[in-house]
Every structure is written in C-alpha cells, then in structure tokens.
C-alpha cells in the first residue's frame, strides 16, 4: 500500500487543491488526512474538497477539529477582539460549516494504523500517539520523544501538528512529520506532504500564492494576515519555530 499523508490544512484550499493533483499523478492507494483541516480561511469549502475523496481516505482527529466541534455543538459562533485567536477561528469555523461537516469532523478518529509498502505498520496521530496537543519537533529531546512513544507496537508513527516535515528515529521507531499542506513553519512557502511507501519522501509543491490569497481573503476570515504572515507571506526561520514550540513544550511538562 502506499499512502498520501495530508496534514494540517487549516482551511487553505488553493494549497489543499494543488497538493490532491501531485496526489492524483502517484496513484497512490490511500488518502491519510492527519487533522486540523478547517480551521482557517476556508473552513466549508474545505471540507467538501475532502469529503469528496470518498472511502479511499481516512481522517485522523486535529485538537482544532475537535474544538470546532465542541464551538459548534455549544452554539459558540460569535466573534469578538477580546477572544484568543484559536478561540475566534474555531467559532468562526463552526458558524460556517453544516450539520453534515460537523458531523464529518466528529467521525474523525484518534488513530490510523496501516501496513504501508516498505516500512510495515504505520500508526498516523495528529500529535503524538497519545494527544493530539503534544508537540513533536525536530529540537524534542530523544528521551522526551521516548516518552511520549512508550508502548507504541507500530514502529513508524506519522504525526504532523507543528508544521514542519522531519524524518528521525529513536530507540527503533521512526518518526515522520508529514509537514502542512496550509500553514507551513517550513521558511519557505508552498504546500507540503509526504509521499509513503516504498520510501518515505517529504513534498513540497508549489501554487499561486497572489491568486490563492485572494481566494482565501474572499472568505471572509477575520485574521487571515496574522494567521499567514509568518508562514506564507513573510516565513519564518523553521529552526526558530521549532525552538518556540519546544520552548512552550518543556513549560506545560
């Protein structure tokens, strides 16, 4: 089997659009969409686009849809300046979405495991196998990284969550970070993916970011330039990124 591993959307769908045609040219036999992929400018729109992979895909749970979950399931679509930008943009998500798409993201589940052509069993999280809020970076300490993978089987796990692609190993497992399709920390814009089986290769395609930002400022979204500012429009260094999170990391351990 090889897999297409598609994380972190967040609602961009001129990136989502142009990452499924390089799909569509491998063949590959299954779609793993690794959550977080409506929260941002195009939450709707973008759910369509991956509901209409049909049984060929499978979904694996993002912390951000299951906030918009929960906004939408408690009625929470006002919007206001005194709300956390995570706050606001799943409000603004779950007021724009239906019965149906809500009850699409809900469907999600915590993991995939899947035998993938050249590395065996593969298990697909969002964070880490064990929350889909841990951050897995390329700075994570190797006994931090043990941790969080203690009692995992499969011995190549996929997770995505901090935006940037990375393939490491520790202590016989492989860790993989499929990058983001919508909102990369990877210092230079585009849309990212990772291509499995036989081997493991880190995509990066590129699209009309002009053409998509228009698209995505047409929706509406109430912090697209903050959202996108240091991953598209003015990226960030991704060594630096990766230091913020694990900076935030070792504080809520």
């Known amino acids: 089997m090889r897999v297409a591993a598609l994380y972190d959307v967040h609602g961009n769908l001129p990136a989502l659009r142009a990452v499924l045609a390089d799909?569509?040219?491998?063949?590959?036999?299954?779609?793993?969409?690794?959550?977080?992929?409506?929260?941002?400018?195009?939450?709707?729109?973008?759910?369509?686009?991956?509901?209409?992979?049909?049984d060929r895909a499978r979904f694996?749970?993002?912390?951000?849809?299951?906030?918009?979950?929960?906004?939408?399931?408690?009625?929470?679509?006002?919007?206001?300046?005194?709300?956390?930008?995570?706050?606001?943009?799943?409000?603004?998500?779950?007021?724009?979405?239906?019965?149906?798409q809500?009850?699409?993201?809900?469907?999600?589940?915590?993991?995939?495991?899947?035998?993938?052509?050249?590395?065996?069993?593969?298990?697909?999280?969002?964070g880490s196998p064990r929350s889909d809020t841990e951050m897995i970076t390329t700075a994570t300490p190797d006994e931090r990284l043990r941790r969080m993978l203690d009692g995992v089987r499969e011995p190549v796990i996929v997770c995505g969550h901090t935006h940037r692609q990375f393939d490491r190993s520790v202590n016989g497992w492989r860790v993989i970070n499929a990058g983001s399709v919508g909102l990369p920390y990877e210092g230079v814009p585009g849309a990212y993916w990772a291509l499995l089986g036989p081997t493991v290769e880190l995509r990066r395609i590129e699209y009309d970011l002009?053409?998509?930002?228009?698209e995505l400022r047409a929706g509406g979204f109430p912090d697209l330039d903050e959202m996108l500012q240091e991953s598209l429009l003015e990226p960030m260094d991704a060594d630096e990124v990766a230091d913020l999170f694990e900076d935030q990391a070792g504080a809520e351990n």
């Open 102 to 126: 809500r009850d699409f993201l809900a469907s999600f589940a915590p993991h995939v495991g899947l035998d993938v052509d050249g590395l065996g069993m593969t298990l697909f999280c969002h």
């Open 60 to 100: 694996v749970r993002g912390n951000a849809d299951r906030e918009i979950v929960e906004a939408y399931d408690q009625r929470r679509f006002d919007i206001n300046e005194e709300q956390d930008p995570e706050t606001r943009a799943a409000a603004y998500a779950a007021g724009a979405i239906s019965e149906l």
């Open 23 to 54: 799909v569509a040219r491998e063949g590959v036999d299954t779609v793993v969409v690794g959550g977080d992929v409506a929260t941002g400018p195009l939450p709707a729109e973008t759910i369509t686009q991956l509901m209409a992979l049909g």
């Open 210 to 214: 002009d053409q998509g930002m228009s």
